[in-house]
Antibody, heavy 119, light 107 residues
Framework: QVQLQESGPGLVTPSQTLSLTCTVS??????????WSWIRQHPGKGLEWIGY???????YYNPSLESRITLSLDTSKNQFSLRVPSVTAADTAIYYC???????????WGHGTPVTVSS | DIQMTQSPSSLSAPVGDRVTITCRAS??????LAWYQQKPGKVPKLLIY???TLQSGVPSRFSASGSGTHFTLTITSLQPEDVATYYC?????????FGQGTKLEIK
């Protein structure tokens, strides 16, 4: 059973950088069909796909966020990360990491980490 | 980007009722559609993929159908534990988009 766990700060100051990490256990991080994803949910709102990264390092971003975000991974630690510079209040959300099966649908999710952007 | 529109936005039905939620895509997506259930305060859970395939462990009262631009998720006999917001998601290609959600409550 694949398990994912997000980690990172719950509070970020406006204009600073948000960095989140997801640790994967219980499955093959380097499975060719696994695309490691970030999804966020603004308070009381729906789901927004941010992007995903394959173990080869290939990244796919939501064009609406592409200029602002960076995904990276560390296969030695079974971790992948999200970096969002210059955050604003609009980045306040619950951030989920998830596995996209074959890059399609999200079959395993982390518990989600709430991030608030506030001074 | 493909837009996904769900209807209704919310609904309330008694226990035991048959409930249907609709999802429409702004352009044809074949069967590249998934459905998720998000219970209050919980993580989204995959229910259905490829428009009609039930994810392992999902109760058989859930079913789904559709192709192209019109899709439905049906609960044949609504149970109290089905109270949740349901989302559709297309996966034809980047960016993957979700519907706005349908909030389901018990009457």
């Amino acid at each position: 059973q694949v398990q994912l766990q997000e980690s990172g700060p719950g509070l970020v100051t406006p204009s600073q950088t948000l960095s989140l990490t997801c640790t994967v256990s219980g499955g093959s991080f380097t499975n060719a069909g696994a695309y490691w994803s970030w999804i966020r949910q603004h308070p009381g709102k729906g789901l927004e796909w941010i992007g995903y990264i394959h173990y080869t390092g290939k990244t796919y971003y939501n064009p609406s966020l592409e200029s602002r975000i960076t995904l990276s991974l560390d296969t030695s630690k079974n971790q992948f990360s999200l970096r969002v510079p210059s955050v604003t209040a609009a980045d306040t959300a619950i951030y989920y990491c998830a596995r996209a099966f074959e890059g399609y649908y999200f079959d395993f999710w982390g518990h989600g980490t709430p991030v608030t952007v506030s001074s | 980007d493909i837009q996904m529109t769900q209807s209704p936005s919310s609904l309330s039905a008694p226990v035991g009722d048959r409930v249907t939620i609709t999802c429409r895509a702004s352009q044809g997506i074949s069967n590249y559609l998934a459905w998720y259930q998000q219970k209050p305060g919980k993580v989204p859970k995959l229910l259905i993929y490829s428009a009609s395939t039930l994810q392992s462990g999902v109760p058989s009262r859930f079913s789904a159908s559709g192709s192209g631009t019109h899709f439905t998720l049906t609960i044949t006999s609504l149970q109290p534990e089905d109270v949740a917001t349901y989302y559709c998601q297309e996966f034809t290609g980047v960016p993957y988009t979700f519907g706005q959600g349908t909030k389901l409550e018990i009457k």
